[in-house]
């Protein structure tokens, strides 16, 4: 999972004239202190919540008030393994993270191909389709879908009444579970997939054809074999990451009466008393699963050579779909409808409702029926302007502090000669394989004992977010810092330049699409994320995921659609924000 890797690093600057020697009687110690000061934050965000959670499974005393204070070692948490409940979550986890792994895979797959090789009707749109649900949070998914298919009064159930067809629609399932997590994580395959078909040169399937290979046979020997590490890689990283949500599992599954990892983890935090020890337990199963996972995935799409695109300009060859240009259009948008359009629509009918009861389809035509009085109190309320302004705070920090953050590592691992500078990349990386409620829990530890006071301020809340997006930022700004020749910073500093100018007005402003990429990305997976924050939230440091998740805990449901409609609003707009900051700076 690391970033390209270019490592030329720079020769050390000849000493300035006036410089002290004593500011060179060390140069190894000072050579090591970009790489030890990094680490040292890396430990603190990354690593002691690691060492927190692991102790806290081996060990007897639930009390993290003393850094020191761990108790008496034991295997005894584990033991909550080999009960049913804890036995029904781990094959809860493992079913609904393969099957909604191969739904992903075969409609982001499907879109990809569509998207990148064939003759569909408004082939740019298909491209957008694929990625609009990307801009919908699971939990807004989850919680919309359960406004449609809820068994009782979901209005698909009481639309095909309406009809005098039976409603059997019940999202509260396995199958519920999937499909949600299907939907909402098929961009994942897509992105990769396209990406591969679009890059793939034409020469190989041109060698096919001119060989007498058929359409079929060309695309079944050649074109699919060539994205098997896309689609495999991809496969596994929707695994992950369905495994470890915790959202779609609460609002879908649990009611339902299928529990997963993830909630087992909540469930035992919020009981009375918390039963941390063992929450820890599961942590490291989890963390365990996903570490094999990421690994495999890591062996899948390194093991071998898939290289296709040369230097010279591609263009990859066109798929004709003759008789099915329609009706693959038709499925494309179908998947627009079922993961955008319907979800959207229920949002916005249960925040229009003025009664929060609905026994017909039809009372939904009645004079009176819909409203935007609830709406616009809930625009208007001190609280949600709270909440907003939270969530806007932690995100435009978390994305400034960590794309800052992410420059110094991916700087000194590909531009210095620091010792140790590699390590830093593997811990940046390592919470691609910690499932975020467990860093949370970790975080919470690791703040609790230690004697800094930041728990219960917005400042834990972008501490966490930093820590759980690291690889993220980390990747997005290495990717672009490698492909940049050093010689550009180099030559400043032969003229007379510090290295600290030479990166301010030479290496920053080089890459600064990279930057704002990476910025733009980190704000807006901080506005979405509501796991890291479960276990760090107060009630004045609340943010628009977790009142939308408070509003549905506590049954309150046309608020929680309210706040889900506004939420998509002002995500909607940061993107609109960020497509029209990326031009400007593409210019």
């Given at each position: 999972?690391?970033?390209?890797t ?19 009687r ?31 499974a081996f ?16 295997f005894d ?9 804890a ?23 499907t ?12 082939r ?8 609009a ?6 939990l807004?998914?989850a ?11 979901g ?13 059997f ?17 098929a ?22 054809s ?6 079929t046979?060309?695309?079944?020997k ?11 890689g ?12 915790f959202?779609v ?12 990892l993830?909630?087992l983890?909540?469930?035992l ?13 599961i ?100 609280d949600?302007?709270n ?21 110094a ?46 728990y ?37 500093v032969?003229l007379?330049?510090s ?21 733009l990305?980190?704000l ?19 943010l ?23 939420y998509?609003?002002?995500?909607g ?10 031009a400007?700076?593409?210019?």
């Amino acid at each position: 999972m690391s970033a390209p890797t270019t490592d030329r690093p720079r020769q050390a600057p000849a000493p300035t004239p006036g410089v002290s020697v004593s500011r060179t009687r060390n140069p190894r110690l000072r050579r090591s202190l970009p790489t030890l000061v990094q680490l040292a934050l890396l430990t603190l965000i990354v690593l002691c919540p690691m060492f927190f959670i692991v102790m806290g499974a081996f060990t007897d005393n639930p009390d993290r008030s003393n850094v020191f204070d761990f108790g008496n070692f034991t295997f005894d948490n584990f033991a909550l393994l080999g009960r049913p409940s804890a036995q029904e979550a781990m094959w809860s986890s493992a079913i609904v993270g393969i099957g909604s792994s191969i739904l992903a895979l075969l409609i982001g797959a499907t879109l990809a191909f569509l998207a990148a090789r064939t003759n569909i009707p408004g082939r740019k749109l298909i491209y957008g389709i694929g990625i609009a649900p990307l801009f919908l949070p699971s939990l807004v998914g989850a919680l919309a879908w359960a406004l449609l298919a809820g068994p009782a009064t979901g209005y698909l159930n009481l639309a095909l009444t309406a009809l005098g067809l039976p409603g059997f629609v019940d999202i509260y399932s396995f199958a519920g579970m999937i499909f949600v997590l299907g939907l909402y994580y098929a961009p994942y395959p897509f992105l990769m997939i396209h990406s591969a078909l679009s890059l793939m040169s034409p020469d190989l399937e041109d060698a096919a054809s001119l060989h007498g290979a058929g359409l079929t046979q060309m695309l079944r020997k050649i074109t699919f074999p060539l994205v098997l590490p896309a689609t495999i890689g991809s496969g596994i990283l929707v695994f992950a990451l369905t495994v470890e949500n915790f959202a779609v599992a609460q609002v879908i599954g649990v009611p339902g009466g299928v529990d997963t990892l993830p909630t087992l983890i909540y469930r035992l935090m919020n009981a009375a008393p918390a039963r941390s020890n063992d929450a820890a337990a599961i942590a490291v199963v989890l963390t365990v699963l996903l570490v094999v996972v990421v690994a495999l995935q890591n062996r899948v799409t390194g093991s071998k050579e898939f290289t296709t695109v040369s230097g010279k300009g591609v263009r990859a060859r066109q798929v004709p779909l003759r008789g099915w240009r329609w009706p693959a259009a038709a499925l494309a948008w179908l998947y627009f409808v079922l993961a955008v359009a319907l979800p959207m629509g229920a949002l916005v009918v249960a925040s229009l409702q003025t009664s929060p009861y609905l026994a017909r389809f039809g009372e939904l035509f009645d004079a009176g029926a819909l409203s935007l009085w609830s709406l616009g109190q809930t625009v208007q309320d001190p609280d949600f302007h709270n909440v907003v302004l939270n969530s806007v705070i932690v995100g435009v920090s978390t994305a400034a502090i960590g794309t800052t953050f992410c420059f110094a590592l991916a700087y000194t691992r590909y531009r210095t000669r620091s010792p140790g500078r590699s390590v830093l990349e593997y811990v940046a990386m390592l919470p691609l394989a910690v499932p975020a409620i467990v860093l949370g829990l970790g975080l919470l530890w690791t703040w609790l004992a230690l004697p800094v006071p930041i728990y219960g301020t917005l400042a834990v809340l972008v501490v966490a977010f930093i820590a759980v997006f690291l690889p993220q930022g980390y990747r997005g700004v290495s990717s672009s810092i490698v492909q940049l020749d050093q010689d550009l910073e180099d030559s400043a500093v032969m003229l007379g330049a510090s290295r600290a100018k030479a990166i301010r007005f030479v290496t920053v402003p080089l890459l600064r699409i990279g930057l704002s990429s990476t910025f733009l990305l980190l704000l807006m997976l901080s506005m979405r994320e509501l796991t890291a924050a479960l276990f760090l939230f107060t009630s004045d440091t609340r943010l628009l995921s977790i009142a939308i998740f408070d509003a549905y805990d506590n049954g309150s449901i046309r608020s929680a659609a309210e706040l889900g409609l506004l939420y998509c609003v002002v995500i909607g707009v940061l993107s609109a924000l960020s497509r029209r900051f990326g031009a400007k700076e593409s210019k």
